[in-house]
């Protein structure tokens, strides 16, 4: 039986990361759980992705630092040499808000984390998966797929203007690497989530905020991270291989 391709997750332990390995894993991708606290988490998306057939492995590394994530490409190079999937794709997921603030109340360790999480981590990832991928270095071609926020275009004034430029920077780099590398089998695109109902706002101090917010949509309600999956799979699979360099908004119509 031929291997599955393989497609690394970053901050696959829940949420938009964790639905689209379940989602990717049904699609016929052996899966690569990246996650940064969660172990338990991460186990149980691997055991999702393992009763759907599939190969799963769980790879803990903190995306903002390089040592880590080239020690897990390291790993990944390790498991296709052993009889696993190639590396095919990339999903750079992986993301953190901070509590609303105004710009003159945040410290400079919350922008430093802010953009060396979304940000660096999202360069670094792309960065190894291209020395994988790309026909350049001898590979067969992929799919990256950068998770962009629609406060890139909406700046989240006096919430969290620090994410939104951390996200405008996932934009502008996805439209750059995607023309980079378009010659060489490698696409690159970027999905653009709205208000979707994860532990995210949770972690930015409004358990409430996807509820809150939701009259706030045109369509009157938050996403799911399974609705934002979709999108994901999508730009991943053959079924989008002229699309590179787009930038998918999933957001209700806000
Ligand atoms: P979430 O529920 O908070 O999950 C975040 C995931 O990222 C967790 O698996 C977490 O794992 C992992 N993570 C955090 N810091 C990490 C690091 N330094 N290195 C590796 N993994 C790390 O978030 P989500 O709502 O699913 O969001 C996923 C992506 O979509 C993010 O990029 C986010 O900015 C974007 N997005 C979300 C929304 C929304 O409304 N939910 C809207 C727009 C964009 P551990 O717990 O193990 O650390």
């Not at 630092?65 to 040499?81: C, K, P, Y």
């Not at 670094?124 to 994988?132: D, K, L, M, Q, T």
Request: aromatic share 4%.
């Amino acid at each position: 039986m031929a291997t599955a391709p393989l497609l690394l997750i970053t901050g696959a332990s829940r949420g938009i990361g964790a639905a689209t390995a379940r989602l990717a894993a049904a699609q016929g991708w052996e899966v690569a759980i990246n996650y940064a606290h969660d172990e338990a988490a991460a186990d149980a998306v691997a055991d999702a992705v393992r009763a759907l057939g599939q190969r799963a492995l769980t790879l803990c590394a903190d995306v903002a630092d390089e040592g880590q994530v080239r020690a897990m490409f390291a790993t990944l190079d390790r498991h296709a040499r052993d009889g696993g999937g190639s590396l095919a794709g990339l999903v750079n997921n992986a993301g953190v808000v901070d509590v609303a603030a105004r710009l003159d109340e945040m410290s400079g360790v919350r922008l430093q984390r802010m953009l060396a999480i979304n940000v660096f981590g999202t360069l670094v990832c792309a960065r190894e998966a291209v020395r994988r991928m790309s026909t350049r270095h001898g590979g067969t071609g992929g799919a990256i797929v950068n998770l962009s926020s629609a406060a890139a275009r909406l700046g989240a004034p006096s919430q969290y203007v620090d994410y939104a430029a951390a996200k405008g920077a996932v934009d502008s780099f996805t439209v750059g690497l995607a023309r980079e590398v378009a010659g060489e089998g490698v696409r690159v695109n970027a999905v653009r989530p709205g208000i979707i109902d994860t532990e995210i706002h949770a972690s930015g101090g409004q358990p409430d905020r996807a509820r809150r917010l939701a009259p706030t949509v045109p369509m009157q309600r938050p996403g799911s991270a399974d609705e934002v999956a979709q999108a994901i799979a999508w730009l991943l699979s053959p079924a989008a291989s002229y699309t590179t360099g787009a930038i998918v908004d999933v957001t209700g119509g806000r």
